[in-house]
């Protein structure tokens, strides 16, 4: 079992770049393959991206590919999403997801292990 807590989210300007975190307990990191998903008011938590065990393979939801990059650090059990050139319909509550499976999926209920979500808001 792995507990993730989220942070680095806050206020930034359209345009503007953040980077958010999400930190794993357990020994055991290395063996999950991680996801992000975002949650706007009155709409569906959606994929963002996600990231394969050993960080090699990564997946992106159409809307953020080409603006946002997720990475991972093992030996700081530690998953990252570098989020540039954001938009106002990027403001949602950002959450990190685990998986014990190999192959990298978009849907939520594949996964098994969630964070409590940070509020990322992007102002005009």
């Known amino acids: 079992q792995v507990k993730l807590v989220e942070s680095g989210g806050g206020l930034v300007q359209t345009g503007g770049s953040l980077r958010i975190s999400c930190a794993a307990s357990g020994r055991s990191f290395y063996s999950y393959t991680m996801g992000w998903f975002r949650q706007a008011p009155g709409k569906e938590r959606e994929f963002v991206a996600a990231?394969?065990?050993?960080?090699?393979?990564?997946k992106y939801a159409e809307d953020v590919k080409e603006r946002f990059t997720i990475s991972r650090d093992n030996a700081k059990n530690t998953v990252y999403l570098q989020m540039n050139s954001l938009k106002s319909e990027d403001t949602a509550v950002y959450y990190c997801?685990?998986?014990?499976?190999?192959?990298?999926?978009?849907?939520?209920?594949?996964?098994?292990?969630w964070g409590q979500g940070t509020q990322v808001t992007v102002s005009s």
């Open positions: 990231i394969t065990r050993n960080g090699v393979v990564t």
């Open positions: 997801a685990g998986r014990t499976g190999a192959v990298l999926r978009d849907g939520r209920f594949e996964y098994d292990y």
